[in-house]
């Protein structure tokens, strides 16, 4: 397979800390970025890279010539005058195979291609974005898509937000079809995200991988550090999904959020106290945060899969403010006693995936390659307790929440805590990660 690597940048806000090196070969891990790219996409499998240059490129040329040193195998494409974030691509098609990775070269990754390629492939799309929570939302452009994963809307940050979304950003990392190609036609040059990804939204076929494996950009000093920082603690490669993965799993009402009773619409969700500091802590350590959540009030009737959908954009815009963000939300609709007005019948059954049973658990730790025994729930009741002893978790047990906390299971929690913040402290300082 073949990667393109866009490294023509300049790196103009980086300037004030090393001048004179153009962004792309930046050092970090005693090497230049551009280096730790071309091993993440070695590890791949991935060894035919054309480097599109222009900024120093002589520089650029000089360390990398042919790639032999590494491996691989590297030709360029030398923009003569600046083409913008994707104007080269028009040239390059005679040289690409069918499907190719798109890579920007200001961004440090750890990624396992194949299962992007293989949602690239399985989705049939044209163009597939990389895309991720990150905790800062609320200046961020928000991706929209549907329950298939297809794009149906960009959001600015510099527009006005009058509803919530889902924390879901654009990282910078493209699969691309060849095909994806002919918008570009008649462009002379061309920005990636405004001129070619954004107007081929609405045709179905742009569509978004969501991922919890490490991308982030070395664009500003401190975003440099932050990278350097995480490499210390090697959390690059441990993100990589590749690698087993551990969570948090966590329940939805009474855990995060204020318990209600059956909760039916956004403007009823509130964060229980300190969830969103919860939250972030897990989101800086080993640890994916994961929801599992059962609402029965979709069977009933009571609530669809849309309006769902928009407590949950409102349980990642409140905990976005806040800098904090869930990897995943499993839900389960199904309940398993028929006979109500209003239900919808077809989910009114019994089902593996409503807790204590295991089936959502079980397929976010498909999704996330989560090793089960390296995990936790945290859970208000026994019910969640029981789930987590079924699948094989740790378990804490929060006091917010259900008064009501062992109805039905005598399921005993290893960890008892008052809060969700206390409870992700306490596995935290366990597992020494805190
Ligand atoms: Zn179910």
């Not at 360029?76 to 040239?91: C, I, M, Q, S």
């Not at 928000?142 to 959001?155: K, T």
């Not at 318990?259 to 229980?272: A, S, T, V």
């Not at 026994?382 to 929440?401: C, F, P, R, S, Y």
């Amino acid at each position: 397979m073949q990667a393109v690597v866009m490294a023509g940048g300049k790196g103009t806000r980086l300037s004030r800390i090393a001048e004179n090196i153009p962004k792309p070969m930046m050092p970090v891990n005693g090497k230049p970025l551009l280096e730790c790219q071309v091993e993440n996409l070695k590890e791949n499998g991935i060894t035919e890279i054309i480097m599109v240059v222009g900024y120093q490129k002589d520089v650029i040329k000089g360390y990398f010539q042919d790639g032999k040193r590494l491996n691989v195998s590297i030709s360029y494409f030398e923009e003569a005058v600046p083409l913008g974030t994707a104007g080269a691509l028009r040239h390059l098609a005679d040289r690409l195979e069918e499907d190719f990775i798109l890579v920007f070269g200001d961004l440090f990754f750890s990624v396992d291609f194949k299962r992007f390629l293989d949602f690239h492939k399985e989705k049939g799309a044209e163009i597939t974005l990389f895309a991720h929570p990150n905790s800062h939302p609320y200046d961020s452009d928000l991706i929209e898509i549907n329950s298939n994963g297809c794009v149906i809307g960009w959001n600015s940050k510099n527009g006005k937000r009058e509803k919530n979304y889902r924390n879901l950003v654009n990282a910078g990392l493209y699969i691309l079809s060849k095909k994806s190609l002919n918008r570009l036609e008649g462009l002379q040059t061309a920005d990636m995200e405004k001129d070619f990804v954004q107007p081929a939204i609405g045709g179905g076929q742009v569509f978004a991988y969501q991922s919890p494996e490490y991308v982030k950009d070395i664009g500003t000093p401190e975003r440099l550090q932050s990278v350097r920082e995480d490499l210390v603690n090697n959390l690059p490669q441990k993100r990589n999904l590749r690698e087993k993965q551990k969570a948090i799993f966590l329940d939805r009402d009474g855990t995060i959020n204020r318990y209600i009773g059956f909760l039916r619409k956004p403007e009823e969700f509130e964060l229980e106290e300190n969830a969103a500091e919860a939250v972030k802590r897990i989101n800086g350590s080993g640890y994916l945060a994961v929801v599992i959540t059962n609402q029965p009030v979709i069977a009933r009737g009571e609530v669809t899969e849309e309006e769902l959908e928009d407590i949950h954009k409102k349980m990642e815009t409140l905990l976005g403010k806040e800098g904090g963000y869930v990897d995943g939300i499993y839900f389960c609709p199904h309940h398993p006693d028929k006979g109500f007005e209003g239900e919808v019948e077809e989910l009114k059954i019994p089902c593996r995936c409503r807790k204590p049973g295991t089936g959502l658990i079980e397929r976010a730790a498909e999704d996330f390659h989560i090793s089960l025994e390296d995990s936790w729930i945290i859970g208000d009741t026994g019910t969640d307790i029981q789930a987590g002893l079924n699948a094989g978790l740790h378990t804490a047990l929060v006091m917010t929440g259900e008064e009501d906390k062992f109805s039905k299971y005598a399921a005993c929690p290893e960890v008892t805590a008052a809060d969700l913040l206390e409870a992700v402290e306490m596995i935290l300082r366990r597992e020494g990660e805190a």
